[in-house]
C-alpha cells in the first residue's frame, strides 16, 4: 500500500480543509477505477502516491496533480 503520511491529512483538516480518506470514506479495497468514480461523484481531489492510479487517473480525466514525496536524504 502506498498510503499518504497522516501528517498531511491532520494538517489540513487543521487548516479548515475538508478531507477524507480511502479508509473514513469505505474505499481501502476499492479499485482504482471505483476510488475516481467516487471523487467525480463527490466532486473531489485525490491526491496519491500511487503510480498505477496516476496512469489510469490520466486517462480518464483532464485535470490530474502528481506530487511526488520528498525524502529525507541525511
Known amino acids: 500500500m502506498n498510503q499518504v503520511d497522516p501528517q498531511i491529512v491532520l494538517q489540513l483538516r ?20 471505483s476510488q475516481l468514480d467516487f471523487i467525480r ?3 473531489r481531489v485525490i491526491f496519491t502516491h500511487d503510480q498505477d492510479f496516476l496512469i489510469i487517473a490520466s486517462q480518464t480525466t483532464g485535470t490530474l496533480a502528481n506530487f511526488k514525496p520528498k525524502h529525507n536524504q541525511n
Open 41 to 43: 461523484q463527490q466532486k
Open 14 to 33: 487543521r487548516r479548515g480543509i475538508d478531507v477524507t480518506t480511502t479508509i473514513t470514506a469505505g474505499l481501502r479495497t476499492a479499485s482504482d477505477e
